[in-house]
């Protein structure tokens, strides 16, 4: 899963108590209901509509908004929800089959347009080198296809376990991890030596390790087995869209910020590139560069510091120097090309496939208010006030016809702690920004299960951030949204029918279309960017305008006020 929310453990995150796991439950419930007598006792004129008052807990119905039946479709932003982790188990295996279709139906009752799922290497290739096994998926999407719901498929070439969201582990292939007992530094490494396991290094992108196989050719090999073993689905349309995976949780960036190994919100993390193929790249960079002398940072702290504590991200710090500024370009320039190589690959796998591809990248909103913007630094969006990280990224998946897939729709800057110095608003509006200036499609996610009108106004904010346009297409608009994730709490009987209520908002309140997310057959990626050419989109430049809320709000202004309410008490403890 994406992480881009503080650490559940805590009581900081503006997050609903039972995402929390909140002990003191007796208190809660006395607090709960202080908080309701004291919004009885505002001086508030209820109207005969008395669904969109206080009653938030029982789902609110949606305001009303502009007569909506000559509202042109272009209007529609389609809603994908993810499968649960471990709907195909550790073991290769299709499992209560009978269960996810009765879900399966839900969601295609409440107008749901599709799922997305994890296809795991772990799972797959775990065989051996080569040995694929695609029987379960196909078993799967048989079921998805005969319910009638379209597939996102996700090229999972990283581990699940270790981050937060994660409740079951599937590792990377045995016979990968058994190349990495003799050879560790196929995994990224941070300064202490410390090797992660998430998935291989960036580093050996081109290196015939793996039973003399590169880790490009393994992914291009997987890509387009899954191509000749699910080629029905992509004919009939069924599977619409293919992520792939460029790292840890499926994203492109760097594991600089894993729980497993003792990070906690807000920490600003670890650059991971000290392994001794990435030092050896470094140094000959370095050297290339007439700086013989340069050595990778080891000034910049460790998981759980914060940006003053450091001599790399404090005031005055190292990344504001010749060294600084060479180090952080030639580590956010790693990653640019470790995606444009894959998502090369992907794209001649799936050549004329009636597809999108896509990339998803992290929403690191800790410190962004920082001037180092430390957190987003050790994860490789060289992102600063005066230089933007995320265009290069936009720019380069222009290249292959990527959707940028941006997580944290949800969050607002006041479910986090001052001392954060989160800025998750201002952070999706630069990036769905420069997403919308490249001209590429952009889509997202919300980073943690969130059940309240007050998350889901903000992810229909950032999917419209102008509106509906009754004329026209809008302005601006994401081009899907997946909800993270299908479980029962989401479809208990309150939750759902919010989410209802959401999905039909996500869709201007016109009807379901299945045609709508028909994708074109797949173009061959266009000529090679220069990194020169990546590195002049670094200029920053204003984003957007968003307006102040949603024109397409569920229940109202006392129902949101009523969430924000109860999050206020839920975060005073």
Request: hydrophobic share 35%.
């Amino acid at each position: 899963m994406n992480i881009s929310m503080a650490s559940i453990g805590t009581s900081n995150l503006g997050v609903l108590p039972e995402v929390m796991g909140f002990p003191h439950k007796k208190l809660l419930i006395k607090k709960f209901n202080l908080a309701r007598k004291q919004l009885l006792r505002q001086n508030i004129t209820f109207s005969c509509n008395r669904k969109t008052g206080i009653t938030r807990a029982i789902a609110p119905e949606a305001t009303k908004g502009p007569t909506l039946s000559s509202v042109p479709l272009a209007n529609y932003v389609p809603v994908y929800v993810m499968l649960p982790l471990d709907v195909i188990s550790i073991d290769n295996v299709f499992r209560d089959q009978v269960k996810c279709e009765k879900q399966f139906k839900e969601l295609r009752e409440a107008g749901v347009d599709g799922i997305m799922v994890d296809v795991w290497w772990g799972i797959v290739e775990a065989n051996g080198p080569g040995l694929y096994d695609w029987s379960a998926y196909r078993s799967l999407f048989q079921l998805v296809q005969k319910i009638g719901l379209k597939i996102q498929a996700i090229m999972s070439f990283h581990q699940c376990g270790g981050n937060i969201g994660d409740d079951v582990f599937i590792p990377i292939p045995k016979w990968v991890l058994a190349i990495g007992e003799n050879n560790p530094d196929i995994f990224y490494t941070n300064r202490t030596g410390t090797r992660n396991k998430e998935c291989l290094s960036l580093a050996v992108d081109n290196q015939p390790l793996f039973e003399c196989r590169t880790a490009i050719q393994i992914y291009s090999d997987y890509m387009r087995s899954f191509r000749e073993n699910m080629s029905d689905f992509l004919e009939t349309g069924s599977i619409v869209d293919i992520e792939v995976g460029l790292g840890p949780a499926g994203e492109l960036r760097y594991p600089s910020y894993t729980q497993s190994q003792g990070w906690k919100f807000p920490g600003i993390g670890e650059f991971q590139c000290y392994d001794k193929y990435m030092r050896t790249d470094f140094k000959g960079a370095a050297t290339k560069a007439g700086h013989s002398e340069w050595d990778l940072p080891d000034d910049a702290g460790t998981y759980n510091n914060v940006p003053a504590e450091t001599g790399f991200f404090g005031p005055n710090g190292t990344y504001l120097t010749e060294k600084g500024k060479f180090f952080l370009t030639w580590y956010s320039s790693k990653l640019l090309l470790h995606g444009d190589q894959i998502l090369d690959e992907a794209n001649k796998a799936f050549l004329g496939c009636k597809v999108k591809l896509s990339a998803k990248v992290a929403g690191i909103h800790w410190w962004y208010k920082d001037a180092s913007h430390a957190a987003e630094l050790t994860a490789g969006f060289y992102n600063l006030d005066n230089r933007d990280g995320y265009r290069p990224i936009a720019r380069m998946l222009s290249r292959h016809y990527g959707t940028f897939n941006f997580t944290c729709l949800e969050m607002r800057n006041s479910e986090h702690p001052a001392y954060a110095k989160s800025g998750p608003q201002e952070l999706v509006q630069q990036v769905l920004s420069v997403g919308w200036k490249e001209n590429i499609d952009v889509a997202g996610e919300n980073a943690l299960a969130r059940y309240d009108g007050y998350a889901y106004n903000q992810i229909l904010l950032n999917a419209r951030p102008n509106g509906i346009n009754k004329n026209g297409p809008p302005k601006l608009k994401m081009a899907g949204l997946t909800y993270l994730r299908l479980s029962e709490k989401l479809l208990q009987s309150r939750n759902f029918r919010t989410f209802k209520t959401f999905v039909k908002k996500m869709h201007a309140d016109l009807d379901y279309c299945p045609e709508y997310d028909k994708p074109a057959p797949l173009g061959r990626s266009k000529g090679e960017i220069s990194m020169d050419e990546l590195l002049q989109a670094t200029q920053r430049t204003k984003p957007f305008p968003w307006d102040e809320q949603t024109d397409a709000r569920i229940g109202g202004i006392l129902a949101e006020y009523w969430d924000r309410l109860v999050n206020k008490f839920f975060l005073s403890n």
